[in-house]
T-cell receptor, first 113, second 114 residues
Framework: GEDVEQSLFLSVREGDSSVINCTYTDSSSTYLYWYKQEPGAGLQLLTY?????DMKQDQRLTVLLNKKDKHLSLRIADTQTGDSAIYFC?????????????FGKGTSLLVTP | DTEVTQTPKHLVMGMTNKKSLKCEQHMGHRAMYWYKQKAKKPPELMFV???????INESVPSRFSPECPNSSLLNLHLHALQPEDSALYLC?????????????FGPGTRLTVT
């Protein structure tokens, strides 16, 4: 599929907020997802947002969706060293063969003490 | 319980070997997926099974052969692989194959082809 764009790297200090941005491609995507991947591990679903929502909050995580600009962001409040990982945004895409996830290239978040 | 398990965790195989990767979930999900992930890249979809039937094969070489023996199990049979097939192989499942249902991933099998 077409590229879902993410910035490749973000460094923040412990206790600060982190904001990871994503631009997706398919305006008809009904769900948008954020996954976290720690080194050597699989993907952990963090949160998702339905396309008719502007915002979703889940504890330290806030997802903002600007459907007009096809822009998605993930804000992590009070970032901890354990939040260091790669974060992938993904859109659900309809194709000739049905529904599939289209992932961004991932943002590597480094949290320093 | 949102657990997808995969075995083995690590696998080293020669180019003439035959091996299998296994994936299991007990969440009652009826869609299961195989992804391939190279280092510092996003996962790439390989196969999708829906109700134990193969519904998507993303032009994967025939040296990869998937199998879904029942609704809880998904295998990936490997034969005559190439060194460039070395990657993390991820299994995922979702309630059904629909965008409304999130996919849960296993921890992956780290495959090295020598």
């Amino acid at each position: 599929g077409e590229d879902v764009e993410q910035s490749l790297f973000l460094s923040v200090r412990e206790g600060d907020s982190s904001v990871i941005n994503c631009t997706y491609t398919d305006s008809s995507s009904t769900y948008l997802y954020w996954y976290k991947q720690e080194p050597g591990a699989g993907l952990q679903l963090l949160t998702y947002i339905f396309s008719n929502m502007d915002m979703k909050q889940d504890q330290r995580l806030t997802v903002l969706l600007n459907k007009k600009d096809k822009h998605l962001s993930l804000r992590i409040a009070d970032t901890q060293t354990g939040d260091s990982a790669i974060y992938f945004c993904a859109e659900s895409m309809a194709s000739n063969s049905g529904y599939a996830l289209n992932f961004g290239k991932g943002t590597s978040l480094l949290v320093t003490p | 319980d949102t657990e997808v398990t995969q075995t083995p965790k690590h696998l080293v195989m020669g180019m003439t070997n035959k091996k299998s990767l296994k994936c299991e979930q007990h969440m009652g999900h009826r869609a299961m997926y195989w992804y391939k992930q190279k280092a510092k890249k996003p996962p790439e979809l390989m196969f999708v099974y829906s109700y134990e039937k193969l519904s998507i094969n993303e032009s994967v070489p025939s040296r990869f052969s998937p199998e879904c023996p029942n609704s809880s199990l998904l295998n990936l049979h490997l034969h005559a692989l190439q060194p460039e097939d070395s990657a993390l192989y991820l299994c995922a499942s979702s309630q059904v194959r629909d965008s409304a249902y999130e996919q849960y991933f296993g921890p992956g099998t780290r495959l090295t082809v020598t």
